[in-house]
């Protein structure tokens, strides 16, 4: 149905309708409207208060005299002034009074402005969980708050590269400096830079109590009043991180040093030195208490309630001392500080004369002035004389005049107050130089914390200022809020006309232009005799022209000044004397000269320039120069004025205005008038008018679309356009289009719109309402009717029913009782004969069974002695058969042991025949001997010769080398000094870092020790108190008086609170676990960064020292476990040989330990063997290349000599030759080429000859011994050819000798082990079914038990023999092939061996080896092969092991594997270590795989969830295997008998075990906060904004209450990011969930793992979801509630379905708090119902509770308030419960950072070890591990 079109001020001042009447007390008072008012004929508006109920009659002259409108009940209580649709002083008033008395909420968002109102009371809304909570949060998303304005100003410097500027106004004792305070440390938190570099952020914290303590002070407005202006840039880099600040400061007021009014103090130092007196800086200074002087007890208020001066005394030494402040810099202010307060003392008396001639003295044993020379250190006598006198310099002379009294004190308090505002300049200064940075500054961010427009009774040169302050920013923010709409308006695409705004510059030109109020007091400064009234009498004549300059009535000596806020009468006294602010300059002149430095420095002229001439000093700054030269107090503000707007004008303004409740600092008081005088003052109301000027309310198409779609017609709405559904709506509501606007993305509306709207929907529902109770009700009285007719023919039916069943029952019953009769009388006859049938028929059954059962046990006994004799007889002779076939059969097994032995020792002794070979050259090693010394004389002699000049040219070019060495070595030595200090710093550096770190493990393992301590001590106490509790039911039993429940009720609790200290001590350590884990991670970032450092250097010992160190101290870090393994080895007992068992203890003895430990020497037999076979050959191989290196010697000797004799005798024929003619130099250079032709020859022959004699020589021990000789190029000459030719043939016969013996041998040992091998098959098959039969069978007695175990034995032997054989058979393949190559060799040389037949040989060998042994063996069993889950693998194999086991390891591929296939395969590692008990192992292989597990995490999975996972599980699964296989009585339950024969031997790893699960605790909180980090994002659209419980879609569904939206001209579309559909998003979470859920599942987690996963991550949705709901007004209504519930009813629901419900750890358990939060939402709130909320949200706090009903705001006029009377009757029924979360020191919201303490439940494992196999995908791992 359609809604006709309204006027919008039809009925608006209708009966009934609600306004605001001024009033007297309160501003203004709510009314109702008695009759209705029709423009333009109604002239009085009758009016009764909704309080007092009184009635008022308003004349209505014009239409703005009609009353302002009160907004609906829906709009009160807004966090955004500006969304209230009537916008008007009252509206504002009202809205604030509501949120901070009844909703306790300080702050209010006006726009662009921040309202922050004092609550006077101390509130926990600033912790470091607040600051998380609006980090990255945009304005208007959560409840404002100082911080959303610091978010909102660092977003935009990130953003959009601009500087940013926080203005803190507001008058004293509104919280200005507070706020400027918590803004700063929001900046401290989210600028802070990474815990390794150098915090600034401390430091521009730091400054905070220094400048409170030198520039606050109690006022009668303020405890802690700042008393000068400051603005403070925060310098951030490139990344955001602050690196610097700087401070400027405006307009101290110096005048408090020397007066406070009447309860009033100085500055807060004063009384902070006087309580710290006794300390040491400031021994020797002369303090007293506060009341002793004279500055400081005139405002007769020393002490402030709940402030310790001496805490705050050292809380500024400590914040000097942070920023750079030496102890004797500090010593120097205090002790000029207390000069000041001893000056105060000083007194001056009236001396003699009268008017100008009158004089003024000091005592001459004043002790003030003692004390104030002394801590100045300047001259007393001099001082004394210029406090009393003054200098006059005329043109001609210059001369002394004194002073009278008033006039010399009025010298004092200006002297002191100049050296206080000196010093205050000074430590101002130095305070920006321990800010600076030496980096560049990339932006900054500016925070204003300035005073607030002032007006008293009377008011002077410090009023002025301020307001002349306010006034220039009262410009800039009217411009910039107007700049604001202007850009909404234009991005909307709006047309709109210039909004008409308060314009306060002609005040500015007032003050501050040619003419006027500053410049003329300037020049009245500047005249000789210039006063405060000639001055006046000047603005009187040159002011009058202003309009908002003006003269009051009734005095000569002030003026009046109209201000934005409101018009101020100042008074003219004192005016010039500020503005002047002189000194007497022979007072100063003395001070410049003191020995005190810094209070020298303070007088210096070129201080005192710097100082006049710095934009960012005070206006009192230091000026001590001349008169000239120095500028007056207003031309020097009016210049940093200037400054500070042009700073401010080119950054983007955030404005915080700070409102005083009250002027009795009473906590949550609200005082209208106050109030009103402020937010007039402030701007708050000129940036509200600004807004109703244009279009205030502003709402999107898609939520006003959601809010009225219930006054529109189904058929105007268009799917999937809300901009057309939205204009179809409005043109039928409102006819004024200039009410409203249609922009790109939203909608806006002139004030008062809204308003009206929400009137018509009020109606519109209303009618609905009707016309739904109008159906109800007509439907309940039909189905009353219905009923009433349907149950009268019901009573009718039944009485007519009854009558016919009556005589039916008559008539049946006449019938039964006859036919009963009949039936009697024949069961009765019946029955008699029955009886003596049976008794006939039972008497014979009973004779002829007596005859039967006789015959057959007749039958029985003869039969079952027949069968006893056949048994009997054979078993004697079974037995008598198995006893000899046993005797046989170890008869045979010995003998044939004993052959096989003998015939083996005969092999070994013939493999080694080859003796003889050596003796061939027994005559060749000495004479090769003898040659070779002769051929070292001859060398050395031609070396020596020949080497002379060689020797010479290198020793110069030596020379040279080393003379330029040497220039190098000093510079190196140069560099490597610096690099030693280098060094040193850095490895000092990393001590301090180790030393940190090893306090650290101790300090943990300390706590570890101590609650194990504790532990113990509980669990005593817990059987102490059960023994108590045993006594007291057997007491209690015996008298009677049983009282069971209070006991266990009292056992359950004492119970519940030792489980809830041990857990609260568990998380304790897990926490300081992850501080370890943080601070290890931290040393690591530190060693890479010293490694960086240190790579340009080109001294390497620098990197291998600090690399040595760190691996030192890493493995330091678990310990060494070589003393507990050598214990446990050493009780390990001797491995007995089983012929060696006393079988004579029966079962006492362990048999299958016996046999295991048999099986383990046979084992190291063999290996023996091995290694001894191995070393042989090493021996052998060794020889033989000594062998043939000797040769080679020898054969080079010998022809060595040969040449050597040749050589001598050309030698002495050539220098004969050149005896006999010298002259002849062609003839020798002819001979001596000759000679070098012949020596090449000669060495080219000498070559080929050792080259073939070597070969010769070592023919018998080579297998290619004719190999060199095919490298010749040319064959050798004839001589030595033939001597080759004969020396091959005794090699060849040699050969031929031994191969032909080695063939005998071989054929001999092959044919004894095949016949014995023949022997033991047949004896086996004989035995198969004996061995079948028994192998598997439980042995019955020790006989038994020995024969299986002797079958055991010899199959194993069996086993041995066929190694053997196999072993031959290589042999016989290997000499084989030696042969062959032999053959080869013998027919390359021509010979022609006759007697051997190469190709006979060689098949005869091929048919042995190819002799099928296989197929006469029995089929044996796998028991026989029976693994003992052992993975051997070789030392030097470790690393390669470990990277592929773990770090190459993928997760794809590790979900193909057994779940722990990687922990178990590291296990049986560790079990073969403990089998070959090598202890030096076992430490390196745990530690290193543990390292390689970190490593794989920080590398590859640190954002990798499947990684951490997959490690997790298999480092828990090795951690239950340790526990599984240690033997230890508690973990072997869940063991197999297997398991438990197979647990570790050697090794006690019991504290390896604490490490793995410390490394588990670290990758278990990694998991948990990657999934937070997921979640974050969709946590709030998915939690509270999903609508799951009648969503309204785009077509259709009913209309759903949604609030209008908070506005901020910061916070639009295009600035925000993306938004998420929080139905995509509730999806979202759960394929969250379920896809980690899947992970955990794929990687074989535990589900108690799995299970305490999910409790923190609902833990951490939990409290994301309150916490936000704690912050956001909009969520607390009820329909929001049952929303809330039905989601998280959805979590628990997808809970239950993946079975993550521990007994321990359950998941939905941790929801408890914001389920309770949804249940609170909904439930009723009225007084009968406060006992049910406080019992239903026992896991809320009680400031949650409060919280959540102070924000409860109704969807709907329907709803019914949370009244103020409801929450102080919650509060008092919780106040036991507020008193204990108080003493707990409990915070508002949630720990998002909280974790549940992390258990490992032991999981024992089924799989068998000896079953598993390596898969052969497995990066190639089973190549290096051997199954044993």
């Known amino acids: 149905m359609a809604v006709a079109a309204f006027t919008p001020l039809i009925n608006l001042y209708g009966q009934g309708s609600r306004v605001w009447i001024p009033h007297a007390g309160s501003v203004w008072c709510a009314a109702i409207i008695l009759n209705d008012h029709v423009a333009g004929t109604s002239q009085t508006l009758e009016v009764e208060t909704e309080e007092g109920l009184e009635r008022h009659v308003l004349k209505i002259k014009s239409p703005d005299d009609l009353p302002p409108l009160r907004n609906p009940e829906i709009l009160v209580g807004e966090n955004d002034l500006t969304s209230l649709s009537y916008l008007h002083e009252p509206a504002v008033l009202h809205n604030l009074s509501v949120r901070f008395m009844q909703n306790q909420s300080i702050y209010t968002y006006c726009g662009i402005v921040l309202v922050a109102i004092n609550p006077y009371e101390e509130l926990h809304i600033y912790g470091a969980d607040t600051i998380g909570m609006y980090r990255g949060k945009n304005m208007g998303d959560l409840d404002p708050h100082i911080y959303a304005v610091a978010e909102e100003a660092f977003t935009k410097m990130e953003r959009d590269a601009r500087n940013q500027s926080i203005i803190v106004s507001g008058e004293s004792g509104a919280g200005k400096t507070v706020s400027a305070k918590y803004a700063m440390r929001y900046f401290a938190t989210v600028g802070g830079a990474s815990q390794t570099e150098t915090q600034v952020e401390k430091k521009v914290l730091a400054s905070s109590p220094i400048m409170e303590a030198i520039g606050n002070a109690k006022t009668t407005r303020n405890d802690n009043s700042s008393r000068f202006g400051k603005y403070i840039e925060i310098d951030f880099n490139k990344f955001f991180h602050i690196i610097g600040a700087n401070m400027r400061t405006y307009l101290l007021e110096k005048s408090r040093v020397v007066f406070q009014a009447s309860d009033e103090r100085n500055y807060h130092v004063f009384y902070q030195m006087c309580a710290g007196r006794n300390e040491e800086p400031l021994a020797g200074c002369h303090l007293d208490e506060p009341e002793a002087f004279f500055y400081l007890n005139q405002g007769d208020a020393p002490q402030i309630e709940g402030v310790d001066d001496l805490k705050e005394l050292q809380s500024t030494l400590e914040a000097f001392k942070l920023l750079g402040f030496s102890s004797h810099d500090q010593t120097r202010i205090l002790r000029i500080l207390s000069g000041v307060l001893h000056l105060g003392n000083v007194e001056i008396e009236s001396g003699s004369g009268r008017g100008d001639s009158e004089t003024s003295t000091i005592e001459a044993n004043d002790p003030s002035l003692k004390i104030m020379a002394e801590l100045f250190e300047i001259e007393e006598d001099q001082f004394r004389k210029w406090l009393c006198y003054r200098k006059i310099v005329t043109t001609r002379e210059t001369y002394t005049k004194p002073m009278n009294a008033q006039a010399a004190l009025f010298a004092r308090d200006a002297l002191a107050k100049c050296i206080y505002a000196y010093l205050f300049d000074w430590i101002v200064l130095h305070i920006n130089k321990a800010l600076r940075t030496t980096g560049k500054a990339n932006k900054f961010i500016g925070v204003l914390d300035i005073y607030g427009f002032e007006t008293f009774e009377v008011n002077s040169f410090e009023q002025f200022c301020i307001n002349y302050a306010n006034e220039k920013l009262q410009q800039q923010f009217n411009l910039h809020v107007f700049k604001l709409e202007q850009e909404e308006y234009l991005k909307e695409g709006i047309d709109w006309k210039m909004i008409d705004f308060y314009d306060n510059q002609p005040c500015i030109d007032l003050i501050e232009s040619k003419l006027g109020v500053l410049d003329l007091l300037d020049e009245e400064c500047r005249m000789p005799k210039g006063s405060d009234k000639s001055w006046v009498e000047k603005l009187y004549d040159k002011c009058k022209k202003w309009e908002h300059f003006s003269k009051p009535r009734l005095s000569q000596t002030a003026f009046i000044v109209k201000h934005f806020a409101d018009m101020v009468e100042y008074e003219s006294s004192g005016f010039l004397d500020k503005n002047r602010d002189t000194v007497m300059e022979e007072q100063t002149n003395i001070l410049r000269a003191s020995n005190n430095d810094l209070l020298s420095d303070l007088f210096m002229d070129k201080v005192s320039k710097a100082g006049a001439g710095k934009a960012g000093k005070s206006p009192g700054g230091p000026g001590g120069g001349t008169k000239q030269n120095k500028k007056t107090v207003g031309s020097q503000f009016r210049d940093s004025l200037n400054l500070l707007m042009t700073t401010l004008n080119a950054t983007t303004p955030h404005y915080v205005r700070c409102i005083k409740p009250n002027d009795e600092k009473a906590a949550f008081q609200f005082d209208p008038k106050r109030a009103v005088q402020q937010l007039r003052a402030c701007g708050v109301l000129e940036t509200v008018r600004i807004s109703a000027a244009g279009y205030p309310s502003r709402w999107t198409y898609y939520d006003f679309f959601l809010r009225y779609r219930v006054l529109c017609h189904s058929r105007d709405v268009k799917k999937n356009d809300h901009r057309t559904t939205c204009e179809n709506i409005i043109s039928k509501l409102i006819n004024d289009e200039d009410k409203y606007r249609f922009g790109k993305s939203k909608l806006f509306f002139r004030a008062g719109q809204v308003a009206y709207m929400e009137k018509l929907r009020s109606e519109k529902l209303r009618e ?882 799995i299970a305490q996963i999910f409790k923190q991550v609902f833990y951490f949705i939990c409290a994301g979801s309150l916490n936000n709901l704690l912050l956001r007004k909009d969520l607390c209504h009820w329909s929001k509630g049952m929303e809330i519930r039905y989601n998280l009813a959805q979590l628990e629901q997808w809970a239950r379905d993946q079975k993550v419900l521990d007994e321990q750890a359950k998941a939905p358990d941790a929801l408890a708090p914001i389920i309770q939060a949804s249940q609170l939402l909904q439930a009723r709130k009225t007084d009968e119902d406060v006992p049910v909320i406080c019992g239903m949200c026992t896991s809320l706090k009680v400031s949650q509770i409060i919280k959540i009903l102070n924000l409860y705001t109704p969807a709907d006029e329907y709803e019914e308030k949370v009244t103020p009377s409801f929450v102080r009757k919650i509060q008092a029924t919780l106040q036991a419960r507020a008193i204990q979360e108080s003493q707990q020191a409990t915070t508002l919201l949630m720990d998002t950072k909280f974790s549940f303490a992390v258990r490992f439940p032991f999981n024992p494992s089924r799989i068998q070890l000896e079953e598993l196999e390596i898969p052969e995908t497995y990066n190639n791992l089973h190549t290096m591990l051997k199954k044993v």
Not at 1482 to 1506: P, Y
């Open 768 to 1649: 609905c309402g009707i016309m739904i109770q109008k159906h109800v009700k007509g439907w309940l009285y039909r189905k009353k009717y219905q009923k009433t007719k349907s149950s009268t023919l019901t009573m009718q039916r039944w009485v007519r029913g009854f009558l016919a069943r009556r005589r039916t029952r008559h008539i049946r019953r006449t019938q039964a009782a006859t036919t009963i009769q009949r039936f009697v009388r024949g069961w009765l006859n019946r029955v008699q004969y029955q009886r003596v049938q049976r008794s006939t028929i039972r008497l014979q059954a009973q004779i002829r069974g007596y005859l039967a059962r006789k015959k057959h046990l007749e039958l029985v006994r003869n039969a079952k002695a027949i069968i006893i004799q056949m048994n009997a007889r054979g078993w004697l002779q079974r037995q008598k058969y198995q006893r000899t076939l046993r005797h046989i059969v170890m008869v045979q097994c010995q003998i044939r042991r004993f052959m096989a032995k003998r015939q083996l020792k005969r092999m070994k002794i013939a493999a080694k025949s080859i003796e003889h070979q050596k003796k061939l050259n027994e005559g060749l090693e000495n004479k090769i001997i003898s040659l070779q010394q002769k051929l070292t004389q001859t060398q050395q002699q031609n070396k020596a010769f020949k080497g002379l000049k060689n020797d010479h040219d290198n020793a110069l070019k030596e020379l040279e080398i080393l003379k330029k060495s040497d220039q190098a070595n000093k510079g190196a030595l140069k560099n490597l000094s610096s690099l030693e200090e280098e060094l040193a710093a850095v490895k000092l550096e990393l001590q301090r870092e180790r030393d940190e770190k090893m306090d650290i493990v101790n300090t943990s393992e300390k706590r570890l020790s101590s609650l194990q301590s504790e532990n113990d001590a509980k669990e005593s106490e817990l059987v102490q108190l059960k023994a108590e509790l045993a006594q007291v039911q057997e007491q209690v039993t015996n008298q009677g008086q049983v009282n069971a429940e209070e006991m266990n009720r009292k056992f359950t609790e004492e119970k519940a609170q030792i489980h809830q200290e041990y857990e609260q001590e568990r998380i304790a350590y897990q926490k300081l676990l992850k501080d370890y884990n943080r601070l290890e991670a931290q040393f690591e970032n530190l060693q890479d960064e010293v490694h960086q450092n240190r790579a340009g250097s080109n001294m390497s010992f620098v990197s291998s020292s600090f690399t040595s160190d760190f691996h030192g101290e890493e493995e330091s870090a678990y310990g060494s476990q070589s003393g507990r393994s050598s214990m446990r080895s050493s009780g390990v007992p001797d491995r007995g040989r089983l012929d060696q068992v006393d079988w004579e203890k029966g079962m006492e003895s362990d048999v299958a330990l016996t046999l295991k430990l048999q099986q383990k020497l046979k084992e190291a037999q063999r290996d023996k063997e091995k290694l001894e076979k191995r070393l042989e050959d090493l021996e052998s191989s060794e020889a033989a290349q000594v062998n043939e290196k000797q040769a080679a010697d020898r054969i080079r000797l010998q022809e060595l000599e040969m040449e050597n004799s040749k050589l001598q005798g050309d030698l002495k024929r050539m220098r004969e030759s050149l005896a006999d003619d010298s002259g002849d130099n062609e003839q020798l250079k002819e001979m001596m080429e000759q000679f070098e032709q012949l020596q090449d020859e000669v060495d080219r022959r000498r070559e080929e000859c050792i080259q073939l004699r070597t070969v010769l020589a070592t023919a018998s021990l080579d297998e290619q011994p004719f190999s060199l000789l095919s490298r010749s190029s040319e064959l050798p000459e004839a001589e030595e050819l033939f001597t080759a030719y004969e020396t091959q043939k005794n090699v060849i016969a040699q050969l031929q000798d031994q191969l032909t013996e080695e063939k005998a041998k071989s054929r001999e040992v092959e044919g004894d082990l095949r016949s014995e091998l023949e022997k033991i098959t047949k004896t086996s098959h004989e035995q198969q079914m004996v061995i079948n039969n028994t192998i598997n069978r439980d042995p019955v007695n020790n006989t038994e038990l020995c024969l299986q175990h002797e079958i055991t034995r010899l199959t194993g032997e069996n086993f041995d023999l066929r190694e053997k054989i196999e072993s031959l058979n290589d042999t016989i393949k290997r000499l084989k092939r030696q042969l062959r190559a032999y053959f080869k060799k013998l027919n390359e040389m021509g010979a022609n061996p006759s007697d051997l037949n190469a190709s006979e040989i060689e098949q005869e060998a091929l048919q042995h080896t190819q002799t099928p042994l296989e197929t006469n063996l029995p089929v044996i069993r796998k028991k026989e092969h029976d693994y003992h889950g052992l993975f051997e693998y070789k030392k030097e194999n470790e690393q390669p092991i470990l990277k592929a086991l773990i770090y190459d390891l993928k997760p794809k591929t590790a979900v193909q594997f057994l779940p722990g296939l990687p922990a178990y395969i590291l296990f049986m590692m560790i079990r073969y270590i403990d089998f070959i008990n090598g202890e030096a192992y076992v430490r390196n292989l745990i530690q290193g795989s543990v390292n390689m597990m970190k490593k794989v995490i920080k590398k590859k999975g640190m954002n990798d969830l499947e990684v951490k996972t997959l490690w997790l599980s298999n480092l828990l699964r090795l951690l239950h295997n340790l526990k599984q296989y240690s033997g230890e009585p508690q973990f072997q339950d869940g063991s197999t008998q297997k398991q438990a024969e197979q647990c570790l031997r050697n090794f006690d790893l019991s504290e390896y075990r604490r490490v793995l699960s410390d490394v588990s605790i670290w990758i278990y909180q990694g998991i948990t906060k990657l999934m937070e980090e997921e979640i974050q994002p969709i946590l709030v659209p998915a939690i509270l904004e999903h609508e799951g419980i009648g969503r309204t879609g785009m077509a259709g569904g009913a209309a759903k209450s949604r609030r209008p939206p908070s506005h901020s001209a910061n916070n639009n579309d295009m600035e925000s990011p993306a938004h998420i559909d929080p139905q995509e998003a509730f999806n979202n979470l759960l394929s969250l969930l379920t896809r980690f859920h899947g992970i955990l599942t794929k990687h074989g987690l535990d589900p108690e793992i």
